[in-house]
């Protein structure tokens, strides 16, 4: 009792349980949030260690970066589109061989990453939007948004209802010019592509590309390369035909690659398809970070639809050590 406890006593007592009173270091640190802007102006919420890390990242993009410089300066600005040639070989071999050597340092470098000031550049070349934008007149956007201009249509009416619904809280997508100039690109879209017209999700893709690409024409181009050569056909349709398709593919690699995760979803009788649809049709710009979402579309514009299926499996092979302990409502908040 403490009536019979010397004040030492008691003194040492109350020592013995400052640990547990007092939050350590590292759990003060784990507590504190710290909020910024990343480099696309989205607002980036996290303690100390996630800021630590994020560092972590973009320092080794900044030494992938000068990877990217010294190549530029070796071999030449467009060194991934025009093979050099050597000395001493044939035209043809040369060509060959060239072409192969840059094939395989451009695809390990894109997979480490681009960096954002090449971002524009490497993906309007490589993804073909610019060889696209090459077979139309050059006034061919602008004569677009000026012929659409007041039309009234289904699509326009559903853009307008999701443009202050893109990104909210954006500094410059959730403003007037941000949502005029992301107008402009969907619905010269939805005219170019009547079997597409616009589709929930879209907003996203094309908001992004807008604060990716140098000028919105660039981004109407990505969008439009996007949707025709690189991504599966009819995604964006009505029936959402080829969207349904990749789910059912996806599903079954699901089984196959993570069996336990999938066996144990089933149990859980949830269906992949609520959290996977999402994922392919915003193209994970609603569901990771918009610098790691960019490091994807990195390695989507260059090797294709392929790269949703790869990330997607990633993200359930995360929670596969302890899958057991989430359920459907915590993976709908990825």
Same mark, same amino acid.
């Given at each position: 009792?403490?009536?019979?406890?010397?004040?030492?006593?008691?003194?040492?007592?109350?020592?013995?349980?400052?640990?547990?009173?007092?939050?350590?270091?590292?759990?003060?640190?784990?507590?504190?949030?710290?909020?910024?802007?990343?480099?696309?102006?989205?607002?980036?919420?996290?303690?100390?260690?996630?800021?630590?890390?994020?560092?972590?990242?973009?320092?080794?993009?900044?030494?992938?970066?000068?990877?990217?410089?010294?190549?530029?300066?070796?071999?030449?600005?467009?060194?991934?589109?025009?093979?050099?040639?050597?000395?001493?070989?044939?035209?043809?071999?040369?060509?060959?061989?060239?072409?192969? +050597?840059?094939?395989?340092?451009?695809?390990?470098?894109?997979?480490?990453?681009?960096?954002?000031?090449?971002?524009?550049?490497?993906?309007?070349?490589?993804?073909?939007?610019?060889?696209?934008?090459?077979?139309?007149?050059?006034? &061919? &956007?602008?004569?677009?948004?000026?012929?659409?201009?007041?039309?009234?249509?289904?699509a326009t009416r559903q853009i307008d209802?999701?443009?202050?619904?893109?990104?909210?809280?954006?500094?410059?997508?959730d403003t007037p010019e941000g949502h005029?100039?992301?107008?402009?690109?969907?619905?010269? &879209?939805?005219?170019?592509?009547?079997?597409?017209?616009?589709?929930?999700?879209?907003?996203?893709? +094309?908001?992004?590309?807008?604060?990716?690409?140098?000028?919105?024409?660039?981004?109407?181009?990505?969008?439009?390369?996007?949707?025709?050569?690189?991504?599966?056909?009819?995604?964006?349709?009505?029936?959402?035909?080829?969207?349904?398709?990749?789910?059912?593919?996806?599903?079954?690699?699901?089984?196959?690659?993570?069996?336990?995760?999938?066996?144990?979803?089933?149990?859980?009788?949830?269906?992949?398809?609520?959290?996977?649809?999402?994922?392919?049709?915003?193209?994970?710009?609603?569901?990771?970070?918009?610098?790691?979402?960019?490091?994807?579309?990195?390695?989507?514009?260059?090797?294709?639809?392929?790269?949703?299926?790869?990330?997607?499996?990633?993200?359930?092979?995360?929670?596969?050590?302890?899958?057991?302990?989430?359920?459907?409502?915590?993976?709908?908040?990825?």
């Amino acid at each position: 009792m403490y009536g019979t406890q010397s004040k030492r006593d008691l003194a040492l007592e109350f020592q013995s349980q400052i640990p547990i009173l007092r939050p350590s270091i590292h759990a003060r640190r784990a507590n504190l949030t710290v909020k910024f802007q990343d480099l696309y102006g989205f607002t980036v919420e996290g303690n100390v260690d996630d800021v630590n890390v994020l560092n972590e990242v973009r320092e080794k993009v900044r030494q992938q970066g000068r990877v990217w410089w010294a190549l530029e300066a070796s071999k030449g600005a467009n060194w991934y589109l025009q093979p050099s040639i050597s000395e001493g070989q044939s035209l043809k071999a040369s060509l060959k061989l060239s072409a192969m +050597a840059n094939a395989i340092t451009l695809k390990r470098l894109i997979r480490k990453g681009i960096p954002p000031v090449l971002r524009p550049k490497i993906w309007f070349s490589l993804s073909g939007a610019a060889k696209k934008k090459s077979t139309v007149p050059d006034s &061919y &956007y602008n004569d677009l948004t000026k012929a659409v201009e007041g039309k009234v249509t289904p699509a326009t009416r559903q853009i307008d209802h999701d443009l202050p619904r893109t990104f909210p809280g954006h500094s410059w997508l959730d403003t007037p010019e941000g949502h005029a100039t992301l107008r402009r690109v969907l619905v010269g &879209y939805s005219f170019r592509d009547s079997d597409v017209g616009y589709c929930q999700g879209l907003n996203y893709v +094309a908001a992004l590309l807008l604060l990716v690409m140098k000028t919105e024409e660039d981004a109407f181009w990505m969008l439009a390369v996007l949707l025709e050569n690189v991504l599966v056909s009819d995604c964006y349709t009505t029936n959402l035909s080829g969207c349904h398709v990749e789910q059912r593919v996806f599903k079954d690699l699901l089984a196959k690659k993570c069996p336990r995760i999938a066996t144990h979803l089933e149990a859980l009788e949830f269906d992949v398809s609520l959290v996977a649809t999402e994922w392919f049709l915003c193209l994970f710009s609603k569901s990771l970070p918009s610098e790691t979402t960019l490091r994807v579309w990195d390695v989507l514009f260059y090797e294709g639809a392929k790269v949703l299926f790869h990330v997607a499996l990633a993200i359930f092979k995360s929670y596969n050590s302890n899958i057991r302990h989430y359920c459907g409502s915590r993976l709908l908040k990825l």
